[in-house]
């Protein structure tokens, strides 16, 4: 009954919330506003009142994941129905958060003239995706385009970008997304691009060439590169070759060289991209110029990242904080001067995901790879990021202790909070590949 309570509303919740606005309702639209809103309605969660439990729930619910930050960690809440309450909700607010996650980003821009790197950063405001720029020259990125944009999808605004400005994605790493120039070298000649919401896809360019060892026989061989937005953690996707769709109407359908073929092919951490060729076999003879491809790749996301906030450095020791699968508690903080006056800290963290399943278990090294910082409440103060990655190990508890050291304190350690960004579980999404009229060159010589 609850269950069933909980997806009605949270059903209601995603139609009447637009895609790409503000997941705030107009009443409650700042940060102090929410929490003060969660905190107003939490304690009739576990009332006596079946109407104000229900009025409750509703509200809550009405607020979607943004108040997750603001539910209290289990531990603290003595009501055993309101602790079961919290439960429930924060599960069901999970669950859509990571749904909402693997959603295409939104972009609007409407500019007569803007710099790229201007544009670049409306960009990242409102996807929440970052981009590498490190590669280009400030030439490239003060250089002024004209650019109108309404509520396109990020890849789609990304390949107006390279129509105006001769810029197309290079590869993505945990930095952002890298672009290079567009040139008559690498530019999209005989390549075909397809967009699935969150996911770019590229084909191409097609190489064709005789089949060793059988006569009359070539072989084609389309690559491929896909990509997902930047703020997205793709773990792994998989796919066999049989249900690809690839052919044109002169020939038909092309048969695969290995029609059993089934690949399990892993993102990295360095290249979040994934590549991989379909091959093919033809008549020789066959007269192939174009080719449609069409078919699907399962992709498993590390989906709701959300950040976990403790409170100040010298009070978060022993501090706890849980979402979904996902449980961090603080081992030790130190702060430390050096001869030379340089301050430092040291955070070790404690990290437990006590959710099963095969994406947990087969990808234990994604779970290490997550975004953690220094936040001040001075908002003109930029985030400390820890210096030389992290030291492993593991407790006595079988928990994995990570810990970080973040250089240059120059506020007074009370005012830094350790901040730790994760997602909350794994999803699966089936990326759609559609593409048209691939060009396909003469064979080559052997």
């Not at 104000?52 to 603290?76: K, V």
């Not at 544009?119 to 409102?126: E, G, K, Y």
């Not at 994934?274 to 992709?299: F, P, T």
């Not at 089936?430 to 396909?440: G, H, N």
């Amino acid at each position: 009954m609850h269950d069933r309570f909980y997806a009605w509303l949270l059903l209601g919740w995603m139609v009447l919330s637009p895609a790409g606005a503000a997941d705030v309702p107009p009443a409650v639209s700042s940060e102090s506003r929410i929490r003060r809103e969660v905190e107003r309605l939490l304690p009739g969660l576990g009332a006596d009142d079946l109407m104000t439990r229900s009025d409750s729930r509703t509200r809550l619910i009405e607020l979607g994941p943004q108040i997750l930050p603001y539910l209290p960690d289990l531990a603290t809440v003595k009501d055993a129905a309101e602790r079961e309450a919290i439960r429930r909700l924060a599960n069901a607010l999970e669950r859509l958060h990571a749904r909402e996650s693997l959603l295409p980003s939104a972009v609007s821009v409407d500019e007569a003239s803007i710099s790229l790197g201007t544009l670049l950063q409306r960009v990242s405001q409102q996807t929440g995706n970052r981009f590498d720029l490190s590669n280009l020259d400030s030439q490239v990125i003060d250089s002024k385009h004209s650019i109108r944009l309404q509520n396109a999808t990020f890849w789609a605004a990304i390949g107006e970008i390279d129509r105006v400005g001769q810029l197309q994605p290079a590869t993505c790493t945990a930095e952002g997304l890298q672009f290079e120039k567009t040139t008559s070298e690498n530019g999209v000649v005989g390549q075909a691009i397809s967009l699935d919401g969150a996911f770019r896809v590229e084909a191409g360019p097609v190489i064709r060439r005789p089949v060793v060892g059988q006569a009359g026989r070539d072989l084609i061989r389309i690559p491929i590169t896909c990509l997902s937005e930047p703020r997205l953690r793709p773990l792994l996707a998989t796919f066999a070759i049989r249900e690809f769709r690839t052919g044109s109407p002169s020939i038909g359908r092309c048969n695969p060289f290995d029609p059993q073929a089934q690949l399990e092919l892993s993102f990295g951490t360095a290249d979040r991209a994934i590549r991989w060729s379909l091959d093919y076999v033809v008549d020789s003879a066959a007269d192939v110029m174009q080719l449609d491809v069409a078919g699907q790749v399962q992709v498993l996301l590390a989906a709701g990242e959300m950040p976990l906030v403790f409170p100040s450095l010298p009070e978060c020791q022993g501090a706890e904080r849980s979402r979904g699968g996902l449980s961090v508690r603080i081992h030790s903080v130190e702060e430390l001067t050096s001869n030379d006056g340089l301050r430092s800290a040291i955070v070790a963290v404690d990290v437990v995901y006590d959710r099963g399943g095969p994406g947990f278990e087969s990808h234990q090294t994604w779970s290490l790879h997550n975004d953690v910082r220094l936040t001040t409440r001075d908002e003109g103060a930029a985030d400390l990021l820890p210096t030389g990655g992290m030291t492993t190990e593991r407790s006595a508890d079988g928990a994995l202790r990570l810990k970080y050291r973040f250089m240059g304190l120059e506020q007074p350690f009370a005012n830094y909070r350790f901040v730790y960004r994760a997602p909350v579980s794994v999803a699966s999404h089936a990326v759609a590949i559609d593409v048209k009229r691939l060009p396909v060159p003469a064979a080559t010589k052997p």
